[in-house]
């Protein structure tokens, strides 16, 4: 199942060859991934190919960034840049694969997000960083944060090293039907409920999942 999503995949990158453009920033550009507060979350597995259809099929795995605290409903207008990696190596985005685990529902996700060709405009912007920080240095916007909730609601911003991020994406993921890890733990996630963490647990007892808040169009 694997070979064959990563050939599809890997398949996608010539359908926009006319409109994508190079342009590899001089350092690396960042992927993160972060999650309503409480709605923990486990990454699969994050795959990139970029505009030269290079793939980088271990951009990103793991828990993502999220706070045990406050209001979880709605996206944040200032996300921080999400637990993740430089995605060292590749040129800028043509698209990138996610497949996830929800573990508050639980249930599992995948989403391809198509990058257009502003948002990697964007990625090569300099600019300078605000004058509060103790030494301004023009800086890339080479950071891509990507939203995971329950749901399968997802979202993107860009930002870079002391820069606002700007919403830049929002997407729908489907349900993967193998269920976690592609069926090869017998339906068994990443964690179990009684494993999460207390403030979790305690949310979970005293609330319903703000599903509503994350689709696109609800902030």
């Known amino acids: 199942m694997k070979s064959v999503w990563l050939l599809l995949f890997v398949m996608l990158i010539g359908c ?3 409109t994508v453009r190079s342009g590899a920033l001089e350092e ?7 999650a309503p507060a ?46 993740g990696r430089n995605v060292t190596g590749a040129d800028l985005p043509a698209r990138i694969y996610v497949r996830w685990q929800s573990l508050v ?11 257009p060709d502003e948002v990697r405009r964007l990625m090569q912007q300099r600019e300078p960083q605000p004058r509060y ?20 609601a997802v979202k993107v911003w860009n930002s870079g090293v002391g820069l606002e991020p700007v919403e830049v994406m929002c997407s729908q993921a489907s349900v993967v039907s193998e269920g976690p890890s592609q069926g090869k733990t017998g339906g068994a996630y990443a964690y179990s409920r009684e494993k999460l963490e207390p403030a979790t647990q305690h949310y979970l007892n005293e609330h319903p999942i703000p599903y509503e808040s994350w689709k696109c169009g609800n902030g």
Not at 28 to 34: A, D, K, R, T
Not at 56 to 78: C, E, F, H, K, M
């Open 133 to 152: 920080l103790p030494e301004q240095k023009l800086q890339y916007r080479n950071q891509l944060i990507v939203g995971l909730a329950p749901g399968g």
């Open 105 to 115: 529902e639980p249930q599992t996700y995948e989403v391809t997000l198509e990058i």
């Open 16 to 18: 926009s060859g006319a």
């Open 28 to 34: 690396p550009w960042h992927l993160g991934f972060g």
């Open 38 to 83: 409480y709605m923990e979350t486990w990454v699969e597995t994050a795959s990139v190919i970029d505009v030269k259809g290079g793939l980088y099929p271990n951009a990103g795995s793991g828990t993502v960034s999220l706070r045990y605290s406050g209001d979880p409903s709605g996206w944040p207008d200032r996300p921080g840049r999400g637990a």
